[in-house]
């Protein structure tokens, strides 16, 4: 019997057999965009681990993503110089940099036309490492999140 949740793994699966593990979250409530989803239909289920480590697993849900079309793109990752990503849709964006502890490093509004928008990010005086590149749209909607690495 589970007695109190400590947190919640979102877990995901191309095939609904073997499920990856995407977050771990706490609090009550659950909510989690898949920004990479790899075929299709993708899979989801939640795992909950309560206070003493017992586990229950939900129902696997099937959802249907489009993804034919990339939004965004970033490569390469890993980067040595020169990071570039590109947006498919037409619109005013806000591309962040961070660092692994969310201090904000490189900051620009772009404008993408009817034909898209392609550009990049200068390595520069960044040390080497992990950082977070997080696109947002004209509304404050993220439409892109991932981890890159600058070498």
């Given amino acids: 019997m589970i007695k109190l949740a400590a947190r919640y793994d979102v877990e995901r699966s191309a095939d609904g057999t073997v499920f990856e593990k995407l977050t ?89 036309g009817n034909g898209g928008l392609q550009s990049s990010i200068e390595r520069k005086q960044l040390p080497a490492g992990v950082y977070m590149l997080r696109i947002s749209g004209n509304n404050g909607a993220v439409v892109h999140t991932s981890k890159v690495v600058f070498e």
């Fill in 24 to 112: 771990s979250v706490g609090g009550i409530t659950l909510q989690y965009n898949d920004a990479t989803p790899q075929t299709k239909t993708m899979f989801y289920r939640v795992r909950m681990i309560d206070t003493q480590g017992k586990q229950i697993i939900s129902n696997a849900v099937a959802i249907r993503h489009n993804v034919s079309r990339q939004p965004v793109q970033v490569y390469p990752n890993p980067a040595k110089g020169t990071l570039y990503y590109s947006i498919e849709a037409a619109g005013l964006y806000q591309v962040v940099l961070a660092d692994n502890r969310g201090r904000i490093l490189r900051s620009e509004t772009v404008q993408a």
